[in-house]
């Protein structure tokens, strides 16, 4: 396999974390390939001292001397500031992400990995994008491609059905969005991507304690539990279940997934259980997508400190979802 690493913000801790997730991996079998700036790349390994030999390449398919990690500049920064807001730093992010996105579509690699991006930043440099998500999905023609999180420690999985909305535009979301086909396309890339014979879903309620039948809100009377109802013939989907018990009583670990209704009410017990393991999957796209579960860590860019597990786990899960995307094509028809 060769997995493509998108550098991030130049001012966080990707550059860091892809360095030393290459030193972890170099040797695995697979080959690697950052596509940002290797003016970046050059610094952090230097303030750093990672032992890692760099290659500058003009092109993806060029050849690489073995065991040098190699570089395509897609941009080179006049300034490089850890810790910083920088417009140019947005630009870099962005321009680095839609390059090696390009690669997998070209099949040149087999899936990407994202490092980081700073939301503010993205905005300094005139983007309006919220988030990796919602670029891809734009990029490949995806509407809604779902957020989903898995820790492979523990094996929970996380979905949600709104991502980056204000809390008081989930209701109105949730009523809108066909939640029957979000749950059809979730079982569906359950399937493909992590080879799961018949998918166990966990559907969390909106409301506190799933509206105590109807006392704290309508939602799960109205929305969800029909929606389970008219899926219960073909899909194995169960709830709504209040999230506080959900969670607090370990009730996931009876499920291959669990789907949330907002942001918060899934990544707050998710980043509590898989702080430094998870991974953030984007489902649904054309190509392979994975991403380490935090963000640029601006406090502690350039001190050498900041954790590459993630990334690492992150990596390597792109490599099992590319794996079993290639086994699902050979399947007899």
């Known amino acids: 396999m060769r997995i493509v690493w998108s550098i991030g913000d130049p001012h966080g801790i990707g550059p860091e974390i892809i360095l030393k997730s ?84 070209e099949g040149v690699c087999d899936a990407l990995v994202t490092a980081p991006i700073n939301k503010e930043s993205i905005a300094l440099a005139g983007s309006d994008e919220k988030g990796h998500t919602g670029f891809l999905g734009k990029m490949f023609g995806v509407p809604s491609p779902t957020m989903m999180f898995y820790d492979p420690v523990t094996e929970l999985r996380v979905a949600l059905a709104t991502i980056h909305e204000p809390l008081e535009q989930v ?64 899909l194995q989907v169960e709830g709504p279940f209040p999230a506080d018990g959900f969670f607090g009583s370990k009730m996931y670990q009876n499920y291959d997934i669990v789907v949330a209704m907002y942001h918060d009410q899934g990544l707050l017990p998710f980043k509590v259980l898989a702080f430094d393991t998870g991974v953030n999957v984007t489902l649904g796209l054309p190509i392979v997508r994975t991403s380490p579960d935090h963000g640029t860590g601006f406090t502690i860019a350039g001190k050498g400190i900041a954790s590459e597990r993630s990334c690492y786990e992150a990596t390597l899960l792109a490599i099992t979802i590319a794996r079993n995307r290639i086994k699902q094509t050979e399947l007899p028809s």
């Open 171 to 234: 209701p109105a979301l949730i009523r809108k969005m066909d939640l029957d086909a979000f749950l059809s396309a979730l079982t569906s890339s359950l399937k493909t991507d992590f080879a799961i014979a018949t998918p166990r879903i966990a559907l969390l309620g909106l409301n506190p304690h799933a509206s105590d039948g109807g006392v704290m809100g309508c939602e799960e009377q109205e929305i969800i539990r029909p929606c389970i109802e008219r899926l219960s013939d073909r």
């Open 22 to 105: 290459f030193l972890k991996l170099e040797g695995s079998g697979h080959s690697f390939l950052v596509a940002g700036s290797y003016r970046v790349m050059e610094y952090y390994r230097n303030a750093l001292d990672l032992p890692v030999e760099l290659e500058l390449i003009e092109s993806a398919t060029a050849p690489v001397r073995h065991g040098a990690l190699p570089v395509l500049s897609i941009a080179e920064p006049e300034n490089i500031t850890p810790g910083t807001l920088s417009a140019e730093a947005g630009k870099l992010a962005l321009e680095s992400l839609h390059a090696a996105a390009e690669l997998c579509r």
